[in-house]
């Protein structure tokens, strides 16, 4: 079995159906690029795999694990973590702050505790404070971290997510468009960056992204969504080549 895998996934919002019986399988490691255009059904999947929406049939199997039935809660607990779309952030938490938030589920003395400073509330804060910095510096941004998070630049809050989606100390992350927004020229900065999270982390990645000249550098291996069908799965010479993703995309007479 695949570190991760849908087998016939399926979810219907009333008349309609978002994802249509995928099959999709990323070994541990993998960097997974899925495109395709918009209303394709990237995002769905994404609260699909972290519990935000239950499938209407099929499976998610994580590291042997069916994760179909458990909480959203629970899925993170089994090590997946996300970024989203939107940039979600927290107006009245520094910039170190929103990344020790992204720990919360492997502290111990609870929000009361933290807040009262009661027990070994204090010296958690200050070990869970020294990793989220160290988690900055690996992102970049540590010189901003006593900042308020909104008050980062566009660039670097998506940067800032994905320092906090790390918090969590993930073994798969899902990344949804984390190039969104961000100057052409940063696009190799990013990455390095998602190359350093999984080479120097071990963390598998799955990545939706609309930036293609991201994808198709990043990518071990790329899927594209149309209708919410998977309508090719390959590497980035096969998938730029194939004569389905081109009529998705721009139609049936032009070329990628």
Avoid: C, W
Avoid at 60 to 68: E, H, Q, V
Avoid at 76 to 85: E, K
Avoid at 150 to 156: I, K, N, P, Y
Avoid at 196 to 221: A, N, Y
């Amino acid at each position: 079995m695949a570190y991760l895998e849908m087998k016939d996934l399926s979810i219907d919002f009333g008349g309609l159906r978002a994802v249509n019986k995928l099959n999709m399988a990323v070994e541990k490691g993998e960097i997974r690029g899925i495109i395709g255009p918009n209303g394709a059904g990237k995002t769905t999947l994404f609260n699909l795999i972290t519990g935000v929406y239950s499938p209407t049939e099929g499976s998610i199997y994580f590291a042997g694990k069916d994760l179909a039935k458990l909480s959203p809660h629970r899925i993170a607990a089994t090590g997946i973590s996300r970024t989203f779309q939107n940039i979600q952030l927290f107006k009245s938490l520094s910039v170190v702050e929103t990344v020790m938030v992204g720990m919360h589920s492997h502290t111990k003395t609870g929000i009361l505790g933290s807040y009262f400073k009661i027990g070994n509330a204090r010296k958690e804060e200050t070990e869970t404070r020294n990793k989220s910095m160290e988690i900055l510096e690996f992102i970049g941004l540590k010189r901003f971290h006593d900042r308020p998070s909104t008050h980062l630049s566009f660039g670097q809050m998506r940067l800032l997510e994905i320092a906090r989606a790390l918090a969590a100390d993930p073994k798969i992350i899902l990344l949804d468009e984390p190039a969104a927004g961000i100057h052409p020229n940063k696009i190799v900065e990013v990455d390095s960056l998602l190359r350093k999270i999984r080479d120097e982390k071990g963390v598998t990645i799955l990545l939706v992204e609309h930036v293609l000249k991201l994808v198709i550098s990043i990518s071990d291996r790329i899927t594209v969504l149309n209708q919410g069908a998977r309508i090719a799965e390959g590497d980035s010479s096969e998938i730029m080549n194939n004569p389905d993703v081109v009529k998705a995309y721009l139609g049936e007479d032009a070329h990628l």
